[in-house]
């Protein structure tokens, strides 16, 4: 592959997130024959191709000057390939990438990405949580009442929870999860793939006590599990959703849309609307 020769375009590489074995060889393949590489910053991007055992050609694209700097990245994919690289793991996972790659397509330009290492789908492997369905938050907002709003809205989903955190952050994000979702089963991953990785598993009020005067140190992704099984449905819940089916519906056709949304015996559901219409 020394000889390669890349199309114009551009470029998504993923990067190692803590171990430089993780560099797959089409990702440095790509990084040493691009024209140019974005980065989000030149002094951790320049370890990995001290890795390489090359300079690289780095131009920096972070959220302080992407506006300014994507034009003329988007105006050098017609003749030159552009990669695109974050810190570490995958870039446009909480990162403001997804801008460029959207304006490329805008342009017409080849978009084509070089998978690798990602911290969010890593810790899931680590957390021992259902893994069939899982919402990803990004970071949770740093003030009180923002936070607990931004759980408030996520707390119904039935899907693993995913996000991202700081070290000193962490035993106050584990404390508002608690008092969001409930004690569930959660896991603290941290320091993937390096030397003193580990993933601490337990309810959350248990890990937010056990960080509370510990706050660890590296990159940190906090795995929540999902909500249990509902309640079954009441017969005052048959009442309240006949009611406002009934206001759309034939008695019939209300009772099956309840039996249906709710579990609830239709046959039952369809002698309650008729009682409720007379």
Known sequence: MDDLILSPGL???????????????????ILMKADVVAVEDSRVTAGLFRHL?????????????????????IARMASEAVALVSDAGTPLIS????????????????????????AAIAALTLAGLP???FFFLGFLPAKQQARAEAIAEVAAIRATLVLYESGPRLAACLAALAEGLGNREAAVAREITKRFEE???????????????????????????????????????????????????????????VAKKLGLDRKALYARAMALKT
């Open 131 to 133: 893994t069939d369905r």
């Open 95 to 118: 990162d403001p990438g997804f801008k460029l790659v959207r304006d490329a397509r805008a342009a017409g330009h080849v978009v084509t990405t070089i998978p690798g290492p990602c």
């Open 11 to 29: 470029y998504i590489v993923a990067t190692p997130i803590g171990n430089l074995g993780d560099l797959t060889p089409r990702a440095a393949q």
């Open 199 to 257: 993933c601490v598993t337990g309810t959350l009020h248990e890990l937010a006590a056990r960080y509370a005067d510990a706050p660890p140190r590296g990159e940190i992704v906090v795995v929540v599990a999902p909500p249990g099984e509902a309640p079954p449905a009441s017969v005052e819940d048959g009442d309240v959703a006949l009611a406002e089916a009934l206001t759309r519906l034939p008695p019939a056709k209300a009772a099956g849309e």
């Open 53 to 73: 055992g090359t300079r690289g050609k780095m131009l920096p694209y972070h959220d302080h000057n992407a506006d300014a700097v994507r034009p003329g990245l």
